[in-house]
């Protein structure tokens, strides 16, 4: 069973078009944190949110914290081909010192 | 700054024999992390340092998988005997304030 879910796994969709990457828990988290990963190389940290109903801003992406702090999302706007990746949610549980990661969403944008 | 650094790249071997993969962390960070990344079971936590001491090593498949920090600038991460299942991408990270990933070794066990 995941900590965390993320919706939906495979997302392909036309360049120019807008996107929503969910990530679920029934756990609570201190932080959340976006990762983005390209094939052959390691995620690499997008952002870090860490009060309940927060949102960021990076460019074209948009991440916000589920009021709870259970949740998260990630809206992408106008996306590009070069968004094409594996972006990953993942969370430090309440109390705890290690992160945990979502299965991902594959995200294909096609020119 | 080098970011992490993990040897090898790829590494294929036979079932039955001993795979040890290496990390070196960033100069600083205190906080040394090991995970394995499959299809199936995506980023998996195996093993955590703080300053050199194992803190968490529940996500440590069996035993076969063994973990060692001897210094604050190398890890390694070892497995024996080494069966096909345990084939996936392995990767390090090392924290300070935010995670930083190495690049990973892709390990085939055939």
């Not at chain 1, 996107?19 to 870090?48: A, D, I, K």
């Not at chain 1, 860490?50 to 992406?61: A, F, H, N, Q």
């Not at chain 2, 080098?2 to 993969?21: C, K």
């Amino acid at each position: 069973t995941q900590l965390l879910e993320q919706s939906p796994q495979f997302l392909s969709i036309q360049e120019g078009e807008n996107l929503t990457v969910y990530c679920n828990s029934s756990s609570v988290f201190s932080s959340l944190q976006w990762y983005r990963q390209e094939p052959g190389e390691g995620p690499v940290l997008l952002v870090t949110v860490v009060t309940g109903g927060e949102v960021k801003k990076l460019k074209r992406l948009t991440f916000q914290f589920g009021d709870a702090r259970k949740d998260s999302s990630l809206h992408i706007t106008a996306a590009q081909p070069g968004d094409t990746g594996l972006y990953l949610c993942a969370g430090v549980p309440s109390g705890a010192q290690k992160l945990v990661f979502g299965q991902g969403t594959r995200l294909t944008i096609n020119p | 700054d080098a970011g992490v650094i993990q040897s090898p790249r790829h590494e294929v071997t036979e079932m039955g024999q001993e795979v040890t993969l290496r990390c070196k962390p960033i100069s600083g960070h205190d906080y040394l992390f090991w995970y394995r990344q499959t299809m199936m079971r995506g980023l998996e936590l195996l093993i955590y340092f703080n300053n050199n001491v194992p803190i968490d090593d529940s996500g440590m498949p069996e035993d076969r998988f063994s973990a060692k920090m001897p210094n604050a600038s190398f890890s390694t991460l070892k497995i024996q005997p080494s069966e096909p299942r345990d084939s996936a991408v392995y990767f390090c990270a090392s924290r300070i304030s935010r995670y930083t990933f190495g690049s990973g070794t892709r390990l085939t066990v055939v």
